[in-house]
């Protein structure tokens, strides 16, 4: 971090300044010109906040060199994370993890991992039908919402409880590991069957929800807010990572622009931007990004060969009756069909599907 101190500010108080910023712990080197004055910060400068700084009296400009995330920083961990989640089964196992137990699902690693299901759990029916389709088309995880956060309170709200244990039937049925949004912390306690944690698009900056599922050993699937930057969802992932749980895997999902013929603008660009910064798995939700069945194939291709380590996809087995995002849940042919097509473009970036 750099520091441009003021003019007219005397050495003495600089000095003074100076030795106040050491006392939180880093070294600063002051460089003196004929004009102006500059501190370099050294060290671990993520306590610091460039606008709190800025305020300072003394101070003319502050410039962050260094991103303010730690933790899911590929710089300090240059290996890619691998997330191993053993099928039919409990968990465990992360990074670089090539001796993981046999059967396990895995995300990230140079493994492509397709999380597939409809958007809501609605009976038990439907839940099997979808479940056993995505795993023969290759999915290897499934999905489904069983508390859904909806924009009118109005609209279906999920199962609940009810969807959770029908997640479990399905689980048990096929072995597929689970991925599900949780909304708020107490629903943890009935979490405890569900592989994965999904924390929703609309969930993304609840902090004390983030700090909470820090002290879990749960791998949490993380969303990007709607019109949420890639720093602050990196920084929302430190969140988490800095309660001790380094088990988190992003998700493009498609941000609020003007531009409206789609739910959503997929910024694909995202994808190799996050790879380069982070060591974390990035996948891509080509289904709220559309919001459009029709549209979903061809951006899941691209997010493939943009270089993401997976999709999170919509399939229902009658989207046209589906109680919630009908129009952007592909049906299980146009499922098979995309993953028969996929492959290629994930091996192209060397992942394997
Ligand atoms: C979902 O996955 O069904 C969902 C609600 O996603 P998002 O939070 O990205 O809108
Ligand atoms: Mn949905």
């Not at 003074?16 to 050294?42: C, N, P, W, Y």
């Not at 929800?209 to 430190?238: D, F, H, I």
Request: aromatic share 4%; charged share 20%.
């Amino acid at each position: 971090m750099i520091i441009a101190i003021k003019q007219g500010v005397s050495a003495e108080e600089t000095d003074h300044f100076a030795a106040m910023l050491e006392r939180r712990g880093v070294k600063v080197d002051i460089s003196r010109g004929a004009s102006q004055t500059v501190l370099g910060l050294v060290g671990d400068t993520s306590s610091f906040d460039p606008e709190a700084l800025a305020a300072h009296h003394l101070v003319a400009k502050v410039i962050r060199v260094q991103e303010p995330y730690k933790r899911a920083n590929r710089l300090f961990h240059p290996e890619d994370t691998r997330i191993d989640i053993l099928r039919g089964g409990g968990a465990e196992g992360v990074q670089g993890a090539n001796g993981a137990a046999g059967a396990a699902s895995s995300i990230g690693g140079g493994m492509f991992a397709v999380i597939a299901g409809p958007c809501s759990v609605e009976s038990p029916e439907q839940i099997i039908a979808v479940a056993r389709v995505v795993k023969a088309a290759g999915a290897a995880f499934l999905r489904g919402g069983a508390f859904k956060p909806r924009t009118s309170p109005y609209s279906f709200q999920g199962m609940g409880c009810e969807g959770v244990n029908l997640l479990l039937e399905a689980k048990k049925e096929t072995g597929l590991p689970l991925v599900s949004e949780l909304m708020e912390i107490h629903q943890l306690e009935l979490f405890d069957g569900i592989d994965i944690i999904q924390v929703g698009a609309r969930n993304m900056q609840n902090f004390n929800l983030l700090k909470e599922l820090g002290r879990s050993r749960k791998p949490v699937l993380l969303k990007r807010g709607l019109a949420s930057t890639v720093t602050e969802l990196l920084m929302a992932a430190e969140y988490i990572m800095a309660g001790g749980n380094s088990r988190v895997i992003l998700c493009e999902r498609g941000i609020r622009t003007f531009e409206s013929f789609a739910r959503n603008t997929l910024d694909i660009a995202a994808v190799p931007w996050l790879k380069q910064k982070t060591h974390l798995p990035v996948l891509v939700d080509p289904s709220h990004a559309t919001g459009i069945a029709s549209l979903v194939p061809a951006a899941a291709r691209a997010a493939a060969a943009a270089g993401a380590d997976g999709l999170i996809v919509e399939v229902h087995n009658d989207p046209e009756n589906a109680l919630c995002d009908g129009e952007q849940s592909l049906t299980p042919a146009a499922f098979t069909e995309l993953m028969a097509s996929l492959r290629a473009y994930a091996e192209l970036e060397g992942k394997r599907l």
